[in-house]
């Protein structure tokens, strides 16, 4: 075995004794170094001495002092010279309103100012109460009798229009910008319509009609129009008729009336009367008061 490791656990067995010897030294009052000599054997031959023998360890501690009082404070030194000025900071939020100050006194009156110019009329103002209920009037003069009505179970309902959204178009039979009042379609009661009156008109058996209205799908454009007359035979030319136009869809005549005499065919022509309206589909529909006598009450 190496004489350094024959030696080895001397030295350890020195230095565990020197830091048992250090541990009980008192702390000093500042700090102080510790010299101890250790032979080759690991025994401590020496301490605190100027030097050791050269075969000798020489190993030295040092043991830190207790803190020492805090000195007094020395002078205050110059003022430094002034810094740059720092950017502007960003601008505080507005404070609180405060409190309204004392009325001040009156001042002088002013010169008269020129007249301003009339304001914008106001509001309607709210409906006043209602008032009282004046006194009952003298009984009017009686009036004369109206005519008779049409008598109810006399009366009927025809209907009829362009054949739909689907056999309509695949027939051809829709009111179209194209169709004028030289070249109509004419409509008759179930729905039957054609561009050839005498093909679908339908004869009556005597009577009046009365109180026309009709539908489109949509309305027919801004200036456009389309225009629809209640026939008697070949005549269209009749009182019964109405106007659908612009931005509206529907219209009625509930004033006029057509009587017919037994077996007059009763059919309705529609036509462009204004612009370039849409293409689009039509329903429509009239009352008939069955009279022999071809005459309205």
């Known amino acids: 075995m190496p004489q350094s490791f024959k030696n080895a656990w001397r030295w350890l067995v020195g230095a565990s004794a020197a830091a048992m010897l250090i ?15 250790i032979a080759r ?8 001495l100027p030097f050791c023998q050269p075969h000798n360890l020489r190993l030295v501690w040092n043991i830190p002092g207790a803190a020492g009082p805090q000195g007094p404070n020395g002078p205050t030194g110059p003022n430094g010279p002034t810094g740059a000025a720092g950017p502007t900071g960003s601008q505080g939020s507005v404070g609180v309103v ?7 006194s009156t001042g002088l009156v002013g010169p008269a100012g020129a007249q301003g ?3 914008l009329a106001g509001n309607t103002g709210n ?9 009952v009037g ?24 362009t054949l739909g959204d689907i056999i309509g178009p695949a027939a051809g039979i829709q009111l179209t910008s194209s169709i004028t009042s030289v070249f109509p379609i004419w409509m008759a009661p179930g729905n039957g319509a054609d561009t050839i009156q005498s093909t679908i008109a339908v004869p009556t058996p005597g009577g009046c009609a009365f109180d026309l209205q009709v539908l489109l799908d949509e309305d027919p454009g801004t200036a456009n129009a389309y225009t629809f007359f209640v026939c008697d035979q070949g005549d269209c030319a009749t009182s019964l008729t109405c106007v659908i136009s612009d931005a509206a869809t529907s219209c009625f005549d509930d004033t006029h009336a057509v009587a017919y005499a037994p077996g007059d065919s009763l059919s309705v ?21 069955y009279n022999p006598a ?4």
């Not at 541990?23 to 000599?37: E, G, K």
């Not at 405060?98 to 001040?104: C, E, Y």
């Not at 409906?127 to 006194?135: D, Q």
């Not at 071809?294 to 009450?297: E, K, N, P, R, S």
């Open 138 to 161: 003298a009984t009017g003069v009686a009036g004369t009798n109206g005519a008779d009505g049409f008598d109810g179970d006399f009366i009927t309902t025809l209907t009829g229009g």
């Open 127 to 135: 409906t006043g109460p209602t008032g009282h209920t004046g006194p």
């Open 269 to 289: 022509v529609a036509f462009t009367s204004a612009g370039t309206p849409a293409t689009l589909d039509v329903g429509w529909s009239l009352d008939y008061f």
């Open 98 to 104: 405060g409190p309204t100050g004392p009325l001040g």
């Open 117 to 119: 110019v009339t304001g």
């Open 294 to 297: 071809g005459v309205c009450l």
């Open 23 to 37: 541990a009980s030294i008192a702390p000093a009052a500042s700090a102080q170094d510790i010299t101890l000599c």
């Open 41 to 48: 054997n690991g025994k401590i031959v020496g301490v605190d």
